[in-house]
């Protein structure tokens, strides 16, 4: 999401440097001067297919712009997850910090080379997405036993949440190939 949205902003900053480029070209050519004549504006009215173009290319503009929106609504980390007390109050307790201490436990499992957590959902219920780098002979199975019992445990009783679900992405750290003398 990162990258679309460095994509997305990189285009749109082009484009506005664009027309302020064209803006500055034609002031300087004479101070009269306008960008469009009124010949170029009414050129295309008269065309069948000119306003349903103009409609349908704006209609997507905006369908693309409400996505983005959207994406960036649903794709949000949690800020601070809400543990329940026994008094039936809650503390908060950052994100990022539940996050770190999930990452760390993952990274510190035999087999585990590098570990990427990050929370999403709700405060009162939040789930986790777990990406692990696993080592050269590294067993997949036993390794998500691991972490369900050495990390993902302990972090939802220590946070006192009832579920703590998480979704584990595993893949195989590249090795430089052997070579047969």
């Known amino acids: 999401m ?3 949205n460095r994509v997305l902003l990189g285009v749109l900053g082009l484009a506005v440097a664009c027309a302020g480029a064209a803006v500055l070209i034609a002031g300087r050519r004479s101070p009269d001067a306008v960008l469009l004549t009124r010949a170029d504006r009414v050129r295309w009215r008269d065309e069948a297919w000119w ?3 103009v409609i349908a290319a704006l209609s997507v503009l905006v369908l693309l712009a409400l996505c983005w929106a959207l994406a960036q609504l649903l794709r949000r980390r949690l800020d601070d997850v809400l543990v329940p007390m026994d008094d039936g109050s809650g503390a908060s ?3 990022r910090a539940l996050e770190a201490v999930l990452s760390a436990d993952a990274e510190s499992l035999p087999g585990v080379s590098r570990a990427h957590v990050h929370l999403h959902g ?3 219920a939040p789930r986790a997405r777990v990406g692990l780098v696993l080592t050269a002979g590294a ?4 390794t998500l036993r691991s972490l369900e019992t050495e990390a993902l445990t302990p972090a939802r009783t220590s946070a006192g949440l009832p579920h703590l679900p998480a979704e584990v992405r595993l893949r195989a750290a590249p090795h430089a190939p052997e070579r047969a003398h």
């Not at 067993?139 to 036993?142: F, G, S």
């Open 2 to 4: 990162r990258i679309v």
């Open 51 to 53: 306003w349903p173009g």
């Open 93 to 95: 307790l950052r994100g």
């Open 139 to 142: 067993e997949p199975a036993a």
């Open 122 to 124: 709700r405060r009162a």
